[in-house]
């Protein structure tokens, strides 16, 4: 019983000096690296989740009965409701507030091409089918003196468009007053 033994005791020393051995000149794959980051990466994100939402329940937990005291009428619904206006109050989470987005007036004039703009309708016009960063390359490399005209036309036109705000604001009083 102990001659089958020590057999097997040789062999797993043998075969663990031979792993030992390998493992000193080891060099993991690219891939397999690439992967060990993407899986810590996750790791992180989920654990950031999980603590932000750890952070909101105790929140909620600590200021649930104060908030339930203090307005004895209100519902689960409205009390999670106050908690977590609170709790956005507080900044201790951060909130992306959405833009507001101006109401435009239809009949506003709209504003006028800028000097690039000008330039790429030109070219267009011109029979030229290219691309947008091909035109802005063009742009970039023009001479001031070829630029020019179209700073000009550019000046000629936001001098139309302040004619025509001022008009449009003018009449928009009046319509205000009658």
């Known amino acids: 019983d102990?001659?089958?033994k020590e057999k097997y005791v040789a062999a797993y020393l043998k075969d663990k000096a031979r792993y030992e051995e390998e493992?000193?000149?080891?060099?993991?794959?690219?891939?397999?690296?690439?992967?060990?980051?993407?899986?810590?990466?996750?790791q992180k994100e989920q654990a950031s989740t999980e603590t932000a939402m750890v952070r909101y329940f105790t929140f909620l937990d600590t200021s649930w009965r104060k908030v339930s005291e203090e307005n004895p009428s209100l519902g689960g619904k409205e009390v999670q409701e106050i908690a977590w206006q609170q709790w956005t109050r507080g900044k201790m989470v951060e909130v992306k507030q959405k833009k507001v987005k101006m109401v435009?007036?239809?009949?506003?004039?709209?504003?006028p091409l800028t000097a690039f703009f000008l330039f790429q309708k030109k070219m267009r016009m011109g029979g030229l089918a290219m691309t947008s960063k091909a035109v802005a390359e063009m742009w970039n490399n023009l001479d001031g003196e070829v630029r020019q005209p179209f700073k000009e036309g550019e000046e000629e036109l936001k001098g139309k468009y302040r004619k025509e705000v001022e008009d449009f604001k003018r009449k928009k009083v009046g319509e205000g007053d009658a």
């Open 23 to 42: 493992m000193k000149n080891y060099q993991p794959s690219q891939q397999f690296l690439e992967k060990k980051a993407e899986q810590v990466k996750k």
């Open 104 to 111: 435009r007036d239809p009949a506003a004039p709209k504003k």
């Open 2 to 4: 102990q001659q089958y």
